[in-house]
T-cell receptor, first 113, second 114 residues
Framework: QKEVEQNSGPLSVPEGAIASLNCTYS??????FFWYRQYSGKSPELIMS????GDKEDGRFTAQLNKASQYVSLLIRDSQPSDSATYLC?????????????FGKGITLSVRP | KAGVTQTPRYLIKTRGQQVTLSCSPI?????VSWYQQTPGQGLQFLFE???????NKGNFPGRFSGRQFSNSRSEMNVSTLELGDSALYLC?????????????FGPGTRLLVL
């Protein structure tokens, strides 16, 4: 049974700080990794996807993947109050037609003005 | 391009009843996946449909079923509702349902079972 674990929250950071969100997964065959953001009362929206070891940057967001250690992280630089949301880590196997996402339970981020 | 739509948005049912939820994917998307979200269990995969066929299935009882129509619209049915079925039901669509494709979520249907 594939498991995705996110470090316990909630996480609170001051505005302008770096928020670090971590996620570990149990299945070594996991190949595709995603970070979704979910505002309260809204549906998840994709922030970042990463497939290869290393870092991937997109604006203030950086995803980091380490397949040997089976973890994926999301860094949010210059955090803003609008970043306050629940962040969900998701993984899937890269086996072609398999879009089943296994989600972590999420971590709630609060950015203090 | 219009996003994923789900109807109804809110639903109240009583135990033992059945319910049908509907999902219209983004135009051109052929894969539709369904998820259940609860505070305790988080987001859990129910099943995925592609070209009117169920292609992947999660670990839910047979009371949960679905189908997909030729226009890629999908319905999910839950029979003999239980209190524990109270949840936010989300559908997501993607082009072909491949592992690296972005899945776009609809606004969800919030189901309350009394």
């Amino acid at each position: 049974q594939k498991e995705v674990e996110q470090n316990s929250g909630p996480l609170s950071v001051p505005e302008g700080a770096i928020a670090s969100l971590n996620c570990t997964y149990s299945d070594r065959v996991s190949q595709s990794f995603f970070w979704y953001r979910q505002y309260s009362g809204k549906s998840p929206e994709l922030i970042m996807s990463i497939y290869s070891n290393g870092d991937k940057e997109d604006g203030r967001f950086t995803a980091q993947l380490n397949k040997a250690s089976q973890y994926v992280s999301l860094l949010i630089r210059d955090s803003q109050p609008s970043d306050s949301a629940t962040y969900l880590c998701a993984v899937t196997d890269y086996t072609g037609a398999n879009s089943k996402l296994t989600f972590g339970k999420g971590i709630t981020l609060s950015v203090r003005p | 391009k219009a996003g994923v739509t789900q109807t109804p948005r809110y639903l109240i049912k009583t135990r033992g009843q059945q319910v049908t939820l509907s999902c219209s994917p983004i135009s051109g998307h052929r894969s539709v996946s369904w998820y259940q979200q609860t505070p305790g269990q988080g987001l859990q995969f129910l099943f995925e449909y592609f070209s009117e066929t169920q292609r992947n299935k999660g670990n839910f009882p047979g009371r949960f079923s679905g189908r997909q129509f030729s226009n890629s619209r999908s319905e999910m049915n839950v029979s003999t509702l239980e209190l524990g079925d109270s949840a936010l039901y989300l559908c997501a669509s993607s082009l072909e349902g491949l592992a690296r494709e972005t899945q776009y979520f609809g606004p969800g249907t919030r189901l309350l079972v009394l």
